[in-house]
């Protein structure tokens, strides 16, 4: 992925808990039946997801290994137009064998491939197609000035980020255009800060440096972070024109929390546990990918069975069931299979 060969057991459970929060987040329709900090946490996973995929990247942005960068782009685009395509390859024949009027089209098929954006087909994709833009364009901006100097021209380029957020008139902008230009291109600034983060955190150290003093800021952010998810609305404004991603909230406390897990001591956990982290973390790219256009037919199938449909039950079904099918895809011969799921 990028980083040492240390395991950091924070990175992987984050990912266990946000790939399952993103299941939820599509197909969990309760949202009044649970507190306010579920339903915050749930919008943290693709911030989250940017800042623990920049981190992890940052030695291949930021270096000047051409062959690295190249396969980095590769191990992007590959599940990106891979898992586009098969997406809308599975939706359309689900639709024939079920008789589903209305169904995925060619044109929504060019769309997905387009911006990883449509409804029908597998819009959370489009987080990888935000990779790949932030990806490249930081390898330009690294390959022209130095580590620390392009780190410190992005964060006050984060702060204009927010700024464009609480200013409100690009939001109205992007809402006259299709869905899959509003939700792709609209959110490039709302998502571009955790770019940033995971990147800066990583150049810096900041992890490394907050485990210095491991004791007093385990203190700190164990107290913090919670009080910042469970008061967020009382604590932070929030912008009156939002495509998804906007608000000083997730701006302040998905960083915070990244960083609280890098240097909680998960390391001292028993040997059996963290190699189900591990294991369970691995295929997190799998289920991200196949989770929307599985689902969506597995919820048909529950509500078939039980007469109910986006219940809590249903998201951890989907989520077992989207995970061995990327376990057993990963342990099929070829590097290609290992790429597309992990």
Known sequence: MGRDKEINYGICLLRIIFVFLVVCFHFHANWDHYPGP?????????????????????PTITGDDGE?????????????IFWGVGAWAFVYVMEHILAIKDGVTLSELLWQ?????????????????????????????????????????????????????????????????RYEIMYG??????????????????????????????????VILSILVPLMIFFRDQIFIRPEETLAYSGVSLFVVSPLLFLWFLILPFEKLPGSIKRVIHT???????????????????????????????????????????????????????????????
């Not at 579920?38 to 940052?58: D, H, N, Q």
């Not at 990883?116 to 833009?133: A, N």
Request: proline share 4%; aromatic share 16%.
């Open 68 to 80: 690295k960068k190249k396969s980095r782009m590769v191990r992007l685009f590959l599940p990106y």
């Open 280 to 342: 369970m973390s691995e295929y997190t790219l799998g289920v991200f990918a196949i989770h929307w256009p599985l689902g969506r037919f597995i919820n048909m199938a529950y509500k078939e069975l039980t007469g109910s449909e986006r219940s809590l039950t249903l998201c951890v079904i989907i989520y077992l069931i989207c995970w061995i099918l990327a376990y057993v895809i990963g342990r099929l011969p070829g590097r290609l299979s290992s790429m597309l799921v992990k």
């Open 38 to 58: 579920y339903i915050f946490l749930r919008e943290m996973a693709v911030p989250v997801f940017l800042l623990v995929t920049f981190y992890l990247g940052e």
């Open 185 to 218: 291109v609209g959110r490039i600034y709302e998502l571009l800060p955790f770019a940033i983060f995971g990147t800066v955190i990583a150049v810096f150290k900041v992890d490394k440096l907050l485990k210095s003093k491991r004791g007093i800021f385990l």
């Open 113 to 177: 491939i387009a911006f990883g954006c449509v409804e029908k087909v597998d819009p959370p994709l489009y987080f990888l197609w935000h990779v790949m833009l932030y990806t490249l364009c930081f390898f330009v901006l690294f390959s022209v000035l130095k580590k620390r100097t392009a780190s410190v021209i992005l964060i006050p380029l984060s702060l204009l980020c927010l700024w464009i957020q609480y200013d409100g008139r690009a939001t109205l902008f992007f809402k006259t255009f």
